[in-house]
């Protein structure tokens, strides 16, 4: 029997109630995304939406989307891709909404763009894949979506191994380590991880296993592009080593007296294209975590030479990149176990980056700044959770959410006669 072959899927979401009802519409995008196995990008505003379309349009020109709105933005949004000349990048469009009838002139006015009009997720996704049928080829845009509702899910599920050896490990087994049947790449970082740990195997001080790790920026580097995939298979393998780098730093830290507690501001610069830029834009006064190990600097210079702030902007235009800067601030005291480390004593080159966050560390995203004509993005960001407090809760297999009058991560749990309805036609 031949297997069937999977059409890719691209969906953009737009919804400007995603502040009043993001946890139902998060919800409903990971339902859509599940029926259709599509990727899904959800945007929130006109400015959102026309720098993505933009991106699109010089990046993957081929590609098509499948454009879903909710009701009470319909008309401008349909009527704003029509003026702009996006209309060519979509198959059609579909009117998410409770009450149809409402809406139902407004389909008979853009009837060559929408489509269909739904009032639930599934019946979108029905939808959504008949509109993808219609057409003989399309480009997939790979893109993690969106959601801060999305991302803890990912790092929680995903990460449980890591999370179960994290302050647990004392010393980690190289038969753990054994290459199993991977791809080239996956094979590749497994082989780095085990000779790495062979080659320290009686090292019992936790300086010189992190001096090590940071001077191997082979290792470093491969192992945050693996970590940053979100493929559980990838974790089973390197659990064990990142769970005993994170116990060393932690045990560093707490020895040395390197966590950062003050109130300080730390920076990180580094290029995205809008895409990726999506993942902290979609997250505009709410929350985000990494799966990785982060490298930080007190130096704003630096981090302006990291994200290229100051190449040509030509030559960034041309490769569609924004410069990117986080500028981030501890809010904690000392009565919290921190979560970041000064590593300044340890760093084999001068002038390096010279603080590590510990993955599982969340951040409350207070401004983000775009300057479209330059293409510069600047970000404020305040660290809220701590590393101890989230792996207690993916044990627990607890979601938590973010209680911003105390900074701080608490239990969520979604009661059924409490879940907040989408009211995207209200």
Known sequence: MTEEKIRPINIIYHDENYEQFYQSILEDCLTIMKETKGTLILTKNKQQLELLLKYIKRTTPKSKYALITNGRCSETIISFIKKKGYRDLFVKACIYCNNISKYQQIQENHKDFIGDLAADPKSIANIIKSYFDIIADNEKVNCNTIINYCTYNYYYHLHKVIADNYQKLKSYEISKFKPKVYGNNKEDIIVKIYNFSDSLKNCNSCQEFIFNYLKNDDLAISLNKLLNKKEKSDFDSISY?????????????????????????????????????????KNEKLFI?????????????????????????????????????????????????????DLIDLLPYPDEEEFIVLPFTFFNIEKIKIDEKNMNVDIDMNVIGKSEILEEKIKLGQRIMYEKEKHRMIPFCINDKNKIKNKNNK
Do not use: C, W
Request: hydrophobic share 40%; proline share 2%.
């Open 241 to 281: 080593f990142v769970g005993d780098l994170m116990y060393k730093i932690v045990q560093y830290g707490s020895e040395m007296r390197k966590g950062v507690t003050n109130e300080i501001t730390l920076y990180k610069g580094m290029q995205l294209n809008i895409i990726d830029l999506f993942e902290f834009i």
């Open 289 to 341: 975590a990494f799966p990785y190990f982060m490298m930080l600097t007190s130096k704003k210079e630096l981090a302006e030479v990291n994200s290229k702030r100051n190449l040509n902007l030509i030559q960034r235009k041309d490769k569609n990149i924004f410069s990117v800067i986080l500028n981030i601030k501890y809010l904690h005291g000392d009565e919290y176990k921190p979560s970041i480390f």
